[in-house]
């Protein structure tokens, strides 16, 4: 069983940053990979970007190429996601998830955390 907690999340101004954290407790590293998606309002949950526990091999949606970067930490097992250059269509709640059952791009990973709300004003 794994535990996902995500952090981070607020208000911010079109141009800036914010970073998410995402805890991880149980067994994170059974989870070969953790991916970060969102959920606009009215819109499916998308691929936003994510990261192997192990190699550091990373994957991105390329809406958010150049501008996010998703990385982890194995001693605190957390997985971060750098958001910067935020522009208002990425106003969303923001899951992070582990375990991906069939691929990193689809959002049928095994354990989901609670999301966290990122506005960006314009």
């Known amino acids: 069983q794994v535990k996902l907690v995500e952090s981070g999340g607020g208000l911010v101004q079109a141009g800036g940053s914010l970073r998410l954290s995402c805890a991880a407790s149980g067994s994170p590293s059974g989870s070969n990979a953790m991916g970060w998606f969102r959920r606009a309002p009215g819109k499916e949950r998308d691929f936003v970007a994510a990261?192997?526990?192990?190699?550091?091999?990373?994957w991105y949606a390329d809406v958010v190429k150049g501008r996010f970067t998703v990385s982890r930490d194995n001693a605190r097992n957390t997985v971060y996601l750098q958001m910067n250059s935020l522009k208002p269509e990425d106003t969303a709640v923001y899951y992070c998830a582990a375990r991906p059952i069939r691929s990193v791009y689809l959002p049928d990973y095994v354990y989901w955390g609670q999301g966290t709300q990122v506005t960006v004003s314009s």
């Open positions: 990261v192997t526990w192990s190699g550091g091999t990373t």
